[in-house]
T-cell receptor, first 114, second 112 residues
Framework: NAGVTQTPKFQVLKTGQSMTLQCAQDMNHEYMSWYRQDPGMGLRLIHYSVGAGITDQGEVPNGYNVSRSTTEDFPLRLLSAAPSQTSVYFC?????????????FGPGTRLTVL | AQSVTQLGSHVSVSEGALVLLRCNYS??????LFWYVQYPNQGLQLLLK??????LVKGINDFEAEFKKSETSFHLTKPSAHMSDAAEYFCAVRNTGNQFYFGTGTSLTVIP
């Protein structure tokens, strides 16, 4: 199992550009989520999905879109990048929300918006 | 609403000394609690989790945490710090909802 994979590892954008951060998992997990990590703020939830075709907003969804057409993939789209979106982005997946199922994290994407 | 508070954004210990990282949560129902570790330039890895089976939870690398409902705490400890323990540690909580809530993290430095 590759686990949770994210591409790219690094990305530099100019203000106003759009891009998609890719996330895939091969563990057949129902639950997937996107977080951003900023210094002193921990991880903040952007969007999450409890299954294919179902997505919902987290704590900081503005400026980001998601879709979940398959169980495996959960891409995060930045429609018009802003410097405030400079951050490290983590994708995570979980087998579900029953009991104490933990999340498995990808290696992250470091995004800089100039 | 859920929240997680990690007291101390930076903790320094000497090699071989006790490690104590604090986590307090707010929850109206007994939660599920987790500790994750993040090494530089990596994703988060699960250290241990509280499942209500036992209040003292043992994890990887000799870490353990004790759930204390009366104090709404889930502090992480390790009897003897090793240089390789230097990392960022995150406490997280989830109740019966769909969201995990993370603390702001504690950076652990181990002094040789």
């Amino acid at each position: 199992n590759a686990g949770v994979t994210q591409t790219p590892k690094f990305q530099v954008l100019k203000t106003g550009q759009s891009m998609t951060l890719q996330c895939a998992q091969d563990m057949n997990h129902e639950y997937m989520s996107w977080y951003r990590q900023d210094p002193g703020m921990g991880l903040r939830l952007i969007h999450y999905s409890v299954g294919a075709g179902i997505t919902d907003q987290g704590e900081v969804p503005n400026g980001y879109n998601v879709s979940r057409s398959t169980t495996e993939d959960f891409p995060l789209r930045l429609l018009s990048a802003a410097p405030s979106q400079t951050s490290v982005y983590f994708c995570a997946s979980s087998p579900g929300l029953a009991g104490a199922a933990e999340q498995f994290f990808g290696p992250g994407t470091r995004l800089t918006v100039l | 609403a859920q929240s997680v508070t990690q007291l101390g954004s930076h903790v320094s210990v000497s090699e071989g000394a006790l490690v104590l990282l604090r986590c307090n949560y707010s929850s109206s129902v007994p939660p599920y609690l987790f500790w994750y570790v993040q090494y530089p330039n990596q994703g988060l890895q699960l250290l241990l989790k509280y499942t209500s089976a036992a209040t003292l939870v043992k994890g990887i690398n000799d870490f353990e945490a004790e759930f204390k409902k009366s104090e709404t705490s889930f502090h992480l400890t390790k009897p003897s710090a090793h240089m390789s323990d230097a990392a960022e540690y995150f406490c997280a909580v989830r109740n019966t909802g769909n969201q995990f809530y993370f603390g702001t993290g504690t950076s652990l430095t181990v002094i040789p």
